[in-house]
């Protein structure tokens, strides 16, 4: 399957990335950043069809006619959304917005027009109250955390 997998420089992203490629699907990367090392040399690591699957493009996904631009020339099959800031307090407020919620915007309306037919997107790690809750405001149900925990989200 061909999917275009956003946030693909990231430590989620990056991982997925390699799944995806040991799985013979075909992988379009996208992700404002350049790959670092690690995930090149991840890469570099893989057989040459596994590498042959894979294509990276530089995209800042608030712009929404570069997404929409990428989307039309690649027509992957299926999307996994995962570009985002990892953690909201090393950037101002604003750009954490733009990043984590008109980014996401922008890829699920698009790819809604374009009736994409397969679209996974993560969610914060903070929507059952954990990494960036004030202290007092962990509250679980039970541990493991599961697929079934209340909502519980709590910014700063």
């Given at each position: 399957?061909?999917?275009?997998?956003?946030?693909?420089?990231?430590?989620?992203?990056?991982?997925?990335?390699?799944?995806?490629?040991?799985?013979?699907?075909?992988?379009?990367?996208?992700?404002i950043n350049?790959?670092?090392?690690?995930?090149?040399?991840?890469?570099?690591s893989?057989t040459?069809?596994?590498?042959s699957?894979?294509t990276?493009?530089?995209?800042?996904?608030t712009?929404?006619?570069?997404?929409?631009?990428?989307?039309g020339?690649t027509q992957?099959?299926?999307?996994?959304?995962?570009?985002?800031?990892?953690?909201p307090?090393?950037l101002?407020f604003?750009?954490?917005?733009?990043?984590?919620v008109t980014?996401?915007?922008?890829?699920?309306?698009?790819?809604?027009?374009?009736?994409?037919?397969?679209?996974?997107q993560?969610?914060?790690?903070?929507?059952?109250g954990?990494?960036?809750?004030?202290?007092?405001?962990?509250?679980?149900?039970?541990?493991?955390?599961?697929?079934?925990?209340?909502?519980?989200?709590?910014?700063?």
């Amino acid at each position: 399957m061909h999917i275009l997998l956003t946030g693909a420089s990231g430590q989620v992203g990056s991982h997925t990335l390699i799944y995806l490629l040991r799985r013979a699907h075909q992988v379009t990367a996208l992700d404002i950043n350049p790959p670092p090392p690690a995930v090149e040399a991840a890469i570099r690591s893989l057989t040459d069809d596994q590498r042959s699957n894979y294509t990276f493009i530089q995209c800042d996904l608030t712009d929404f006619r570069a997404f929409e631009d990428v989307l039309g020339k690649t027509q992957p099959e299926g999307i996994i959304h995962l570009g985002a800031v990892p953690d909201p307090k090393t950037l101002d407020f604003r750009i954490v917005h733009n990043v984590n919620v008109t980014s996401s915007y922008n890829v699920l309306q698009t790819a809604a027009r374009r009736g994409m037919p397969r679209i996974v997107q993560a969610s914060s790690v903070n929507a059952t109250g954990l990494s960036y809750s004030p202290d007092g405001h962990h509250i679980f149900q039970e541990m493991p955390v599961k697929e079934s925990h209340a909502l519980l989200p709590v910014s700063v």
